[in-house]
């Protein structure tokens, strides 16, 4: 069973940084793509960053490039993400995924609420 458990959010002012964490279960972590995600409240849920099974590929949203930045530890079955130089404009939960190149997995994670407030 895919499971997803989110962690590190937090209340944050601007300029401040955050590190997210994301345990993972259930399927072969080593080959997965890792990507993650976020909702803002009344938005729709939209696309993050994104690392390949070998860690050597990244994508950002335009948003957060140059702010965040994502990685994984193979050997623990963890997604990371750094956010620095937050925005009031980040606030959201946020929430981690994985999957393969046709898709993702359908399992999502209870998210953690990112809060940038000055």
């Known amino acids: 069973q895919v499971q997803f458990v989110e962690s590190g959010g937090g209340l944050v002012q601007p300029g401040e940084s955050l590190r997210l964490s994301c345990t993972t279960s259930?399927?072969?972590?080593?080959?997965?793509?890792l990507k993650w995600y976020r909702q803002a409240p009344g938005k729709e849920r939209e696309f993050v960053a994104r690392?390949?099974?070998?860690?050597?590929?990244?994508n950002y949203a335009d948003s957060v490039q140059g702010r965040f930045i994502i990685s994984r530890d193979n050997a623990k079955k963890m997604m990371f993400l750094q956010m620095n130089s937050l925005k009031l404009e980040d606030t959201a939960v946020y929430y981690c995924?994985?999957?393969?190149?046709?898709?993702?997995?359908?399992?999502w994670g209870q998210g953690t609420q990112v809060t940038v407030d000055s």
């Open positions: 259930g399927f072969i972590f080593g080959a997965a793509v």
């Open positions: 995924k994985a999957g393969t190149n046709a898709g993702d997995y359908a399992t």
């Open positions: 690392i390949d099974s070998t860690g050597r590929r990244k």
